[in-house]
């Protein structure tokens, strides 16, 4: 399943009513006009946050610019309205439904175009050296964009008095078609061209952000899921070196990218699937909707030893695996936030009924075809570890740890094993109320609290006091590590860097609390199969 197909059940956002007042765009006589690297954008304000929807970071990248470097945006010479979110990568994933109310449809759209971004702050022109908070949104590398209505800035700006940016960039094989070992040195980069347009998004901050209260010396980047993994991927490239200075990590920590051959298997079934040779510019003059079409064919079949449409070890863009064998050196001083929630794989599990239902011996017959033998060791260490717990939960948790969890723990030791730059883990562990609350603290849902937006998605949390409460929480974490590289705020108890001691982990809940090596038996039951 996708995880736009679960958030569409959680949240019932319709055509007129995802947006709360709130969130109502609109210009008036303080609408800023900012003057930009390519020329002057007018933005808008509302409840006293300026914001800048849709700016060009980056040119088209379509035609003869399709599976290239991106290149910076051409100028414009009058004044550019920025109230309207640009076009999202063309995706196989067509979410219209849940993306339709935060922009006419009309105008926001899909297509190669897409390169642009999106500003959030409290004051532009103003000489302030605010933080900056530059979101890479999830979906994988494969789909939705940076307009999604749980990461509008506007709240997380009006917050922590920080500068909020979400951008759009390229995805799935317009992003990461590795062509370079057929097309020769000007496709060098395509197999990474989704993150080098994230690295240009980056560089139009350090050239740019100064004029809308932004300092360029202070950027966090931060992500979840894919987003995540985007920003796993900037951290061992050389070419995002100094753009950035902290880095968070939601739901999405990546060790290892494509290799170079697996990369070159997915080329040679795309080009069997589209009926060429390699003959880079006949893809080039192909329209997008075949291209999208040709990939769905092929990732529906099964071939061992292919990769996906993500990030590829090249060689030079990437140059090694983000965080496989080891942290990576380019990025050593950079301080991370790591973690995940307590049961990412409800939300995975959405269309699989018998998951929620499962006896003890339907949970065995499940991990006997996971992990073979080991399987009636992971399930006594959970019964033990998790007593009172179902079977359909002690088999969720079992997922969860072994994948998102423990790629989590093994980024955050590689990173203290480093010992150049503090790294902090924390565990979401809120549950929500969908569904009578069978999803537990599923995929996705620490988004809304960490942006200061729990009543956009009101089925997902309720809203509320409480759920407010822990916003704040939550999102007051990210801004003072923005600001300081340190987490700490006063409605936290102490949170310590991680270590392979003691393993401070900071557990977000309706009461906060600190766990020295939560779920210590699972932790080490994964790292030794």
Request: net charge neutral; proline share 6%.
């Amino acid at each position: 399943m996708n995880r736009r197909s679960f958030l569409n059940g959680m949240t019932s956002i319709g055509a007129t009513s995802a947006i709360s007042p709130h969130f109502v765009f609109g210009q008036d006589h303080r609408s800023p006009v900012v003057e930009t690297s390519a020329g002057k954008v007018r933005g808008s304000v509302n409840t006293g946050i300026f914001s800048f929807r849709g700016i060009p970071y980056g040119g088209p990248t379509g035609g003869k610019m399709r599976f290239r470097a991106p290149v910076k945006a051409a100028a414009w010479t009058e004044v550019r309205d920025a109230v309207h979110f640009g076009h999202q990568c063309p995706q196989n994933m067509n979410y219209v439904d849940i993306l339709a109310p935060q922009a006419d449809a009309a105008v926001e759209g899909y297509d190669e175009d897409c390169l642009c971004l999106n500003v959030w702050t409290p004051q532009a022109n103003d000489n302030r050296k605010r933080p900056v908070m530059f979101w890479c949104h999830g979906g994988g590398f494969a789909a939705e964009s940076g307009s999604w209505p749980w990461v509008y800035g506007e709240n997380l700006s009006h917050r922590g008095d920080v500068v909020v940016v979400t951008m759009n960039h390229r995805l799935n094989l317009f992003g990461y078609f590795h062509l370079g070992d057929i097309g020769g040195e000007e496709y060098a980069g395509s197999g990474n061209a989704g993150m080098l347009d994230l690295v240009l998004a980056l560089e139009w901050v350090r050239d740019n952000i100064s004029r809308f209260g932004g300092d360029p010396a202070n950027v966090l980047i931060f992500g979840e899921s894919g987003g995540g993994a985007k920003v796993s991927t900037l951290l061992s490239m050389p070419r995002a070196k100094g753009l950035f200075h902290r880095a968070a990590i939601q739901s999405g920590a990546a060790l290892r990218s494509n290799t170079r051959e697996a990369a070159n298997t997915m080329t040679r079934a795309m080009l069997k699937e589209l009926n060429l040779t390699n003959n880079v510019e006949a893809l080039q003059s192909l329209p997008a909707t075949q291209l999208l079409t040709a990939m769905t064919r092929v990732l529906s079949k099964p071939e061992p030893g292919r990769g996906n449409f993500a990030p590829v070890v090249d060689g030079h863009t990437l140059p090694n695996h983000p965080f496989d064998p080891q942290a990576p050196v380019i990025s050593a001083s950079v301080p991370i936030l790591v973690g995940c929630n307590s049961y990412e794989q409800t939300f995975f599990s959405r269309t699989d009924a018998a998951a929620f239902n499962l006896t003890e011996d339907g949970v065995r017959e499940r991990l006997v075809n996971l992990i073979g033998s080991v399987a009636d060791r992971a399930l006594e260490t959970y019964k033990s570890a998790y007593p009172g717990h179902s079977s359909s939960d002690l088999y969720f948790l079992m997922l969860t740890d072994r994948g998102m969890r423990t790629n989590a723990i093994r980024l955050a030791e590689r990173k203290f094993q480093q010992g150049a730059a503090p790294v902090y883990m924390y565990l979401f562990d809120w549950k929500s109320p969908v569904d009578s609350g069978k999803y537990r603290a599923p995929h996705t849902v620490e988004i809304p609290f960490v942006f200061y937006n729990t009543d956009t998605p009101k089925v997902m949390t309720r809203g509320g006091v409480e759920v407010k409460e822990l916003a704040g929480r939550t999102s007051d974490a990210w801004i003072r590590f923005a600001k300081s590289s340190n987490p700490n705020h006063h409605g936290l108890p102490e949170w310590k860097p991680y270590d392979t001691q003691t393993r401070a982990t900071m557990v977000f809940d309706t009461t906060c609390r600190v766990v020295n090596d939560p779920g210590s038996d699972a932790r080490k039951l994964w790292t030794s199969v």
